[in-house]
């Protein structure tokens, strides 16, 4: 027992040197004005996409929809997998939506925002699809939650009944009636309880 502690704090310390130099590394990569130039590229991104254009404020209001339907169908599983699915389709086939929209972009657009990364088409559909699924995901979780509570109380509740009808069971037995009368008096209680319940 003692071998595998010792292996696993071995692990661990490996482990946190690595993420210590890893760490290191991405600062010194990123450099001192990491936040400056972050800042410096979004403000560029944002200057350079015409907000005006009527199929990016489409976009816009589609994210902004399918959120709100996310939102308030949050108890109802069955609408959750209908907006689930479709939202990992579009976010799945982002990359051919981009070459399809680089190739056709004069059809719709006043200017081409489909470069070969991908990264217009991963700001302004995947991420909001993403954010959209987390959201999906963190309801099923909590939904889940929700079944499992209440099949445990339910489970408890069974356990109760069963242990209030076996000592009714022993009370009449230490009442001074035999063991058939027992076994009588559990049929018995068992038979009201079932009475009752209906």
Same mark, same amino acid.
């Given at each position: 027992?003692?071998?595998?502690?010792?292996?696993?704090?071995?692990?661990?310390?490996?482990?946190?040197?690595?993420?210590?130099?890893? $760490?290191?590394?991405?600062?010194?990569?990123?450099?001192?004005?990491?936040?400056?130039?972050?800042?410096?590229?979004?403000?560029?991104?944002?200057?350079?996409?015409?907000?005006?254009?009527?199929?990016?404020?489409?976009?816009?209001?589609?994210?902004?929809?399918?959120?709100?339907?996310?939102?308030?169908?949050?108890?109802?599983?069955?609408?959750?997998?209908?907006?689930?699915?479709?939202?990992?389709?579009?976010?799945?086939?982002?990359?051919?939506?981009?070459?399809?929209?680089?190739?056709?972009?004069?059809?719709? $657009?006043?200017?081409?925002?489909?470069?070969?990364?991908?990264?217009?088409?991963?700001?302004?559909?995947?991420?909001?699809?993403?954010?959209?699924?987390?959201? *999906?995901? *963190?309801?099923?979780?909590?939904?889940?939650?929700? *079944?499992?509570?209440? *099949?445990?109380?339910?489970?408890?509740?069974?356990?109760?009944?069963?242990?209030?009808?076996?000592?009714?069971?022993?009370?009449?037995?230490?009442?001074?009636?035999?063991?058939?009368?027992?076994?009588?008096?559990?049929?018995?209680?068992?038979?009201?309880?079932?009475?009752?319940?209906?």
């Amino acid at each position: 027992m003692e071998q595998i502690l010792k292996q696993q704090e071995e692990l661990l310390k490996f482990g946190e040197e690595l993420l210590k130099e890893s $760490s290191k590394k991405m600062r010194e990569a990123a450099g001192p004005d990491a936040w400056a130039q972050a800042y410096d590229v979004w403000m560029g991104f944002y200057k350079a996409v015409d907000w005006s254009e009527r199929w990016i404020q489409c976009l816009l209001g589609f994210h902004v929809l399918t959120l709100m339907l996310a939102l308030l169908t949050r108890k109802s599983e069955s609408a959750q997998m209908a907006i689930f699915f479709p939202c990992m389709c579009l976010a799945f086939g982002a990359q051919r939506i981009n070459a399809l929209a680089r190739e056709n972009w004069k059809a719709f $657009s006043t200017q081409d925002y489909f470069d070969d990364k991908g990264f217009f088409i991963s700001v302004m559909m995947s991420g909001p699809l993403l954010c959209i699924l987390i959201v *999906v995901l *963190v309801n099923f979780l909590l939904l889940m939650t929700s *079944v499992m509570v209440t *099949v445990k109380r339910a489970e408890l509740k069974q356990k109760y009944g069963e242990r209030r009808k076996q000592d009714k069971a022993a009370a009449a037995v230490g009442s001074g009636g035999s063991a058939g009368e027992a076994k009588g008096a559990a049929t018995l209680a068992t038979g009201n309880d079932t009475k009752k319940e209906k």
